[in-house]
């Protein structure tokens, strides 16, 4: 498996609402997948965005991935690690401008680059149900 950047978020429901959010913050609309682990999928002039509204991963390196409910997996069309990560912290401030959403950007889940949380909130969400 390659590496690539991640964006957890949470919540991810209505999910109406997050892809539409996400297709905002990207530009492009995300397209509902038939096959394959990812739920919606969006293609950009160089990368391809999967979103996933549900995953198994747990707590790792200090960050507890399984209490956000969503992942949005930015990998690059020539596997461009540099550029890939402009994409990813781009939607990942155009989503945390919102200021609804819980977020941490991460390279390979080994690398935190930023957190966002709403107003107020803490760093990490406390709970899946939150």
Wanted: charged share 25%; net charge negative.
């Amino acid at each position: 498996m390659t590496s690539h950047h991640g964006i957890f978020i949470h919540p991810g429901h209505p999910a109406e609402t997050l892809v539409g959010d996400v297709a905002l913050a990207c530009g492009e609309k995300l397209r509902p997948t038939v096959n394959g682990p990812a739920d919606y999928i969006a293609s950009l002039s160089d990368a391809t965005l999967e979103l996933e509204m549900e995953h198994d991963y747990e707590e790792d390196k200090g960050v507890p991935f399984k209490h956000y409910q969503v992942v949005l997996t930015v990998r690059d069309s020539d596997g461009d690690r540099e550029r890939e990560g402009v994409t990813a912290r781009q939607i990942f401030g155009e989503l945390a401008v919102l200021r609804r959403y819980w977020l941490v950007l991460v390279f390979d889940l080994q690398a935190v680059i930023d957190t966002a949380a709403p107003p107020g909130q803490e760093t990490f969400p406390s709970a899946r149900g939150h």
